[in-house]
């Protein structure tokens, strides 16, 4: 089977993230799978046993969703967004999907809603359409009003044939921060949640014992890293990693190394073997992101997790909110964070009683295959 996936990451690489680990999935079955990606480039990122297309990449102006920026840091103009269009248009021609799945469109990424329309719409076209699904994380951010609810319906209604929500409901449930219509209700289907297999330690021990702290792959998170740094200097018996994103990292990184000097603190940019370093560390401090989160409950770690809340931002404080209920979590909302504050934190966790790795219920993206293959089988 043919399976495109389009993903557009703005801010962070958490969405390209799990459309990689769903394409990976397919991949597996021994599944075609061809994955779009509009956004920055992630190099750190797994993509092996898909092909991959770069889209003139777009980030988001902070946490300005509606104010997009072309690879230059310059506003993306009509011309960059035909580009754009064009590609992603030609490359659903070209391919052929037997199923294509949109990540989060169109319960977000609104701004860029034409391409997605035009790639539905040639997706539509083709002499044998394939099967349309949308891919959602467990929280969304909370429509701002009752029109985008009613619009994103309407899309649904016109192209998809289901939307994948990668959640337990026994968990949570997509009502928790998007109205659900009787009409969106017929075509959800639960996957469970969307991580790779658990990670084994690192072979070479890096991490052990060490405070990992991680604020995703993009440029955010500089409060975070302060603080740490602060923190450090009151937590001196330990051993601190902070792993720095985005593509200005290396130029942050200069920045925080000034404020770093004298203490035991290591900066590197990020890595792609964070996860085998999880399980041996001491603590970590993150954002609440969805794949943070799978990676926090896979690996067991002590954590503090301060939520990304810029803006409107809602989906990681009500996802972090949720997790610390389990031992060895504790949030703090980035209004209180001090280097005070995340020290006493810290402590605290380390101290909790251990909280045992979780090994069930990280099988969605296998699920998310067997339902569009049951999906893309009954359609002929």
């Not at 404080?317 to 703090?332: C, D, F, T």
Request: charged share 20%; aromatic share 6%.
């Amino acid at each position: 089977m043919k399976v495109m996936i389009v993903v557009t990451h703005l801010l962070g690489t958490g969405h390209l993230s799990r459309a990689l680990t769903l394409g990976r999935a397919f991949a597996e079955l021994d599944h075609e799978v061809f994955v779009v990606s509009g956004g920055l480039p992630a190099p750190q990122l797994d993509t092996r046993g898909l092909s991959l297309l770069n889209l003139p990449p777009l980030r988001s102006d902070g946490t300005d969703f509606t104010r997009l920026l072309d690879q230059n840091g310059a506003v993306a103009d009509l011309a960059y967004f035909a580009a754009r269009t064009n590609a992603l248009t030609q490359a659903v021609s070209s391919f052929g999907p037997q199923v294509l799945i949109t990540e989060l469109y169109p319960f977000g990424r609104r701004s860029l809603a034409a391409e997605f329309k035009s790639a539905l719409k040639a997706a539509r076209d083709l002499p044998r359409p394939p099967v349309i699904l949308g891919s959602i994380r467990d929280i969304l951010a909370p429509p701002s009003k009752p029109a985008k609810v009613t619009q994103t319906d309407e899309v649904i209604a016109e192209f998809y044939d289901g939307v994948l929500v990668h959640s337990d409901p026994k968990i949570t449930k997509l009502e928790v921060s998007w109205p659900v219509s009787a009409q969106l209700a017929s075509r959800l289907h639960y996957t469970g949640f969307v991580a790779p297999s658990a990670a084994p330690s690192h072979p070479d021990g890096i991490g052990q014992g060490e405070i990992l702290v991680s604020a995703g792959g993009g440029s955010v998170g500089q409060p975070i890293f302060q603080a740490a740094i602060e923190a450090a200097r009151k937590m001196p018996n330990w051993r601190w990693r902070l792993l720095v994103g985005g593509q200005d990292a290396n130029a942050r990184i200069a920045e925080l190394s000034q404020m770093a000097e004298g203490s035991s603190v290591l900066l590197e940019t990020v890595r792609p073997d964070f996860r085998q370093m999880l399980p041996l560390a001491a603590a970590s401090v993150s954002m609440c992101g969805y794949n943070t989160a799978m990676d926090l409950l896979q690996s067991g770690t002590p954590a503090v997790l301060i939520p990304f809340d810029d803006g409107k931002e809602v989906e990681q404080s009500l996802r972090a909110r949720s997790l610390s209920q389990l031992n060895g979590i504790e949030v703090l909302n980035s209004s209180d964070l001090t280097a005070g504050s995340l020290a006493n934190a810290l402590e605290h966790v380390i101290s909790s009683v251990e909280r045992p790795p979780m090994t069930e219920g990280f099988d969605g993206a296998r699920r998310s295959v067997d339902i569009a293959v049951s999906l893309y089988e009954a359609s002929r």
